[in-house]
């Protein structure tokens, strides 16, 4: 009886499965991943001492159907950590939905305290809104959320 081989122990098939590991081991080495991984203990920014006004706006008319517009300074110092601040980031969102605003606090001109200073329109109807602020570094990592609020109110100390 003659001595035969498996398929995938002859020769041919051999020498096709060894260059088809080499190239697959050659094309693994081409790559623009970094040969070392990012380190472990990078350092997400901080963002501390939260100031803002108003922090109550007092309807005299509460109108669902109405606008008022409410002047928001806030000021904000973002420590960086591991990386400098990348943008620091603000919400003003009414409770229970999206209705509110959000955006990029401007650089500051020196140190690392952000200033704001804007109007908003919103409802003219009693809500209550949450101020979110944070930083994110330039290494993408996100710092601590400040949080505030901002209430709308009827005025009750005027009498009709």
Do not use: H, K
């Amino acid at each position: 009886m003659p001595f035969a081989l498996p398929f995938c122990y002859r020769p041919a098939f051999a020498g096709a499965w060894v260059c088809g590991i080499l190239v697959g081991l050659l094309l693994a080495g081409c790559t623009d991943a970094p040969t070392t991984a990012p380190p472990l203990d990078r350092a997400a920014p901080q963002v501390r001492n939260l100031s803002y006004a108003p922090q109550r706006v007092l309807l005299a008319n509460p109108d669902p159907d109405a606008d008022v517009r409410v002047p928001l300074n806030l000021n904000i110092t973002a420590d960086p950590g591991s990386a400098p601040i990348d943008r620091v980031v603000f919400s003003l969102l009414a409770s229970g939905s999206n209705l509110g605003a959000t955006g990029t606090l401007p650089d500051p001109t020196e140190g690392n305290t952000y200033t704001l200073s804007a109007q908003f329109t919103l409802p003219a109807a009693p809500d209550q809104y949450t101020l979110r602020v944070f930083a994110i570094g330039a290494d993408s990592l996100q710092s601590n959320v400040a949080l505030g609020q901002i209430r709308i109110v009827p005025d009750t100390t005027t009498t009709p």
